[in-house]
């Protein structure tokens, strides 16, 4: 790729782009989670939100685990009232997400200015940007993300949830629940693309919807499921409603 072609020439003071050059491994647990590949379940998600023509107008959007921040983009792009930026990785922020949003915004802005007479810039200064000012980035693990979040005020909630590729290794399954279910907001939609079942690491789909279901916070529905090859799938999880968690309103006994 080329972030490992160009590994020497870049900052790296996580090690990542070297490391994963000579282990020649996509996945590091622990040290480096992927971020800097756009996996395939991320372009199922993509094309899906595309195809039903999906607008985020006036919405507060996560983009988890966010890689090259593809899904949060799009959100941008339909009109979202601002979109954060999670990935384990700083580095993958640094070099990969900011970037890739940065470019999208500054062609959003150039085709604005178009319309609007006013000839675009050579180069824009980040805070000039509509569109990026829309954007926060976070690094770091889903506990010290969530920590961080949950000590700003007011602490925000999201209508829409993106998450792509996350739920591989089942030791992350807790951290990542506590994370939805804290920070999505009431009717709230979490979107979640993935593979039935990873080699190597254990996850998958069958594992994560019987997890969820233990804990009785959300629902699962299957937007798409994929039967070539590795099976691949897009759900999407809700709060439950009272009745779907069977508890009711509190009856007086004493009538």
């Known amino acids: 790729t080329v972030f490992e072609k160009t590994a020497p020439e870049r900052e790296d003071d996580e090690r990542i782009l070297s490391r994963t050059a000579e282990q020649r491994s996509d996945l590091i647990p622990g040290v480096y989670e992927g971020g800097l590949k756009v996996w395939e379940c991320t372009y199922d998600l993509l094309e899906i939100i ?3 023509g999906e607008t985020f107008g006036g919405k507060a959007v996560l983009d988890l685990g966010c890689g090259a921040g593809l899904l949060g983009i799009l959100a941008l792009k339909r009109g979202a009232r601002h979109i954060h930026f999670q990935d384990y990785n700083s580095t993958v922020i640094e070099q990969l997400t900011v970037p890739t949003v940065l470019l999208n915004c500054q062609e959003d802005d150039d085709i604005e200015r178009v319309k609007d007479g ?5 180069k824009i200064a980040l805070g000039q940007s509509q569109h990026l000012s829309k954007c926060r980035f976070f690094s770091g693990d889903w ?9 700003t005020g007011p602490q925000p909630k999201y209508d829409i949830i993106f998450t792509s ?3 591989y290794n089942t030791a992350y399954y807790p951290v990542l629940h ?7 907001a009431p009717g709230g939609l979490v979107y ?3 593979k039935s079942h990873y080699f190597g690491v254990g996850g998958g789909l069958h594992l994560f919807e019987s997890f969820v279901e233990q804990t009785g916070t ?3 529905d299957h937007l798409w499921d994929g ?4 099976q691949r799938h897009v759900v999407v999880l809700r709060f439950k409603k009272p009745e779907d968690t069977g508890v009711g309103p509190i009856r007086d006994s004493c009538q």
């Open 192 to 194: 979640l693309a993935t």
């Open 227 to 230: 039967d070539e090859g590795l």
């Open 165 to 167: 590729e996350t739920i």
């Open 50 to 52: 595309e195809k039903d």
């Open 178 to 184: 506590e994370t939805l279910h804290k920070l999505l």
């Open 143 to 151: 506990s010290t993300f969530l920590d961080l979040i949950l000590k």
């Open 218 to 220: 959300f629902s699962v």
């Open 118 to 122: 006013s000839p675009p810039p050579k």
